[in-house]
């Protein structure tokens, strides 16, 4: 113990950066994994869709009029929680392209008050992936 308070009091900044960095991955993971709670697979979001699942697409409108999920509605990231579209009490599932920004806005949902707001795993990156159907055009 006494080469530990040693080594500690010849080395400071080589023990302070030691410590930062295990703050820093334990803050990461811990981040991950409450992200894990909320970002839902392919697959779980068909079943989610299939249960009544509002899916809210916050990509560009000239990418969303490209290809959607069937059912989906284009949204502006920015004004997700004041949408009228979207219930409280009916889960959400946000996708974008790759998972990226439909988790913030996910996030921003549940601050919202939105307790069922999700986010598609890999985006329509992930959908595609699996060959789950898309729909062209502004209108389903």
């Not at 113990?1 to 703050?23: K, Q, S, W, Y």
């Not at 899916?55 to 949204?75: K, Y």
């Not at 999700?118 to 985006?123: I, K």
Request: with cysteine; charged share 20%; net charge neutral.
């Amino acid at each position: 113990m006494d080469r530990l308070l040693e080594f500690t009091n010849n080395h400071p900044l080589l023990v302070a950066g030691t410590i930062m960095m295990a703050l820093a991955v334990i803050f990461y993971e811990l981040r991950m994994r409450t992200r894990g709670l909320v970002a839902v697979s392919t697959a779980q979001a068909v079943q989610l869709i299939n249960n009544g699942a509002r899916v809210v697409d916050v990509r560009e409108q000239a990418q969303f009029d490209a290809g959607h999920i069937v059912g989906a509605v284009h949204a502006a990231p920015d004004a997700l929680a004041d949408d009228k579209r979207l219930k409280k009490n009916r889960p959400v599932i946000v996708v974008c392209d790759n998972g990226l920004s439909s988790g913030r806005c996910s996030d921003q949902l549940r601050g919202a008050g939105f307790e069922s707001a999700y986010s598609l795993r890999g985006g329509l990156t992930a959908w595609q992936q699996d060959n789950l159907p898309l729909i062209s055009g502004g209108k389903d």
